[in-house]
């Protein structure tokens, strides 16, 4: 079986299962979201993670949260619609993908005009209530499977900045299982290997929560890509070994100038990459990007519980109880380290500002 059937959000006879990436590598367990407070928990808890999979848990996540509702009042509805949205924003602050994905079956909702409610209904007996429904969970569905598209893109752009045989470094996990399909920027890894192009791939093992170790490793391992796990500090001494060609990453949010949120000890590897002369790339779907946040001091941090820090993955603390914390879960890496950003509308480069709006030229 390849990697990429193992999808982190599934909707299955009648039932939204979201892959438990807590439980990983160790055990591959689906588990069932029944409510939109199972959905919640499963986003804050990083049971799903990952900007795109954010997105689609919270777009799949929205439909259970109303899809039991009574089918005898569309205003009742309409507003348990944007009440459960306005819940699930709240999980995590900083990937975009999630204020966007609910933003989104939302703003169907609203747009919806009498005739999308009776298209195709009993006319003897319409119920909009149960059309709604149904526009809703074909749009949860749309959400995913655009990003399977998108992803697969970006994975074909990707690769051309790639060459056989390179030493390429990725932070945390932006994989397939942070995705619906293929991951962002493991995705040209994945599509090179298939051409046989034999990268040595450095994965940073991703402290505190070890998204490079259990996941990243995990991905790339199963599938038969040469993988060498590395602590995160690490990182410089690999890159003046001259065995790095490429840094690539994913990302959470990515600001009008091109400043871009991704996994805490992105900025970091970036800033190295540049002193050592190595390209890093920033793989960014259209989704995660947000012309609304015009630089990155305006990007909200989620900050985490210490413990996770010093006590979560040990048996014993590894620091005095009730040392003071400090847990980050992302930083910025400021637009100037940034090589290029890969979307799947094409490749970006400097100037952000101006390329990066070029990208939604046309949109509504
Ligand atoms: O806290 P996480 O695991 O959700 O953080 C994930 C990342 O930072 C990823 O790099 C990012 O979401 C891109 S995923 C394609």
């Known amino acids: 079986m390849k990697i990429f059937d193992i999808a982190p959000v599934k909707y299955l006879d009648g039932k939204m299962l979201i892959l438990d990436q807590t439980r990983l590598p160790g055990e591959e367990i689906y588990i069932e979201m029944e409510t939109k407070e199972d959905v919640w928990d499963a986003i804050y808890k990083l049971q799903v993670r990952g900007a ?69 209904a009993d006319i003897s007996n319409p119920n909009p209530v149960k059309a709604a429904k149904d526009i809703l969970f074909a749009e949860a569905e749309a959400i995913r499977i655009e990003d399977e598209e998108a992803c697969r893109a970006m994975g074909e752009h990707g690769l051309t900045l790639l060459e056989p045989g390179m030493g390429i470094l990725t932070h945390c996990n932006a994989g397939t299982i942070a995705t619906a399909k293929y991951g962002t920027c493991l995705a040209p890894i994945y599509l090179g290997h298939e051409k046989g192009y034999d990268f040595k791939v450095f994965a940073d093992e991703t402290r505190p929560l070890l998204q490079g170790a259990r996941l990243t490793s995990w991905e790339l391992h199963k599938s038969g890509i040469d993988v060498t796990l590395i602590c995160d500090n690490m990182a410089s001494i690999v890159m003046r070994n001259g065995w790095i060609q490429a840094v690539v990453t994913g990302c959470d949010r990515m600001a009008a100038n091109g400043d871009g949120a991704n996994k805490i000890g992105t900025s970091g590897v970036a800033i190295l990459a540049k002193e050592y002369g190595i390209p890093f790339y920033m793989y960014v779907p259209t989704s995660t990007i947000d012309l609304d946040t015009p630089t990155g001091a305006e990007i909200k941090i989620e900050e985490r ?39 799947e509308k094409g490749i970006v480069r400097p100037p952000y500002k101006e390329n990066l709006a070029k990208l939604f030229e046309g949109d509504k």
């Open 52 to 120: 795109p999979a954010i997105g689609v848990a919270a777009a799949y996540g929205l439909y259970v949260a109303v899809r039991d509702l009574p089918e005898d009042n569309l205003f009742a509805f309409g507003k348990a619609l944007h009440e459960a949205a306005d819940y699930l924003v709240g999980a995590r602050p900083t990937a975009v993908n999630l204020a966007w994905a609910l933003k989104r079956m939302t703003d169907k909702y609203d747009g919806l005009e009498l005739t999308d409610l009776l298209a195709g």
């Open 305 to 343: 519980d210490g413990e996770e820090i010093y006590k979560m993955w040990y048996e014993k603390p590894m620091a005095p109880e009730g040392v003071k914390t400090y847990n980050p879960a992302f930083d910025v890496t400021p637009a100037e380290y940034i090589t290029a950003v890969v979307t």
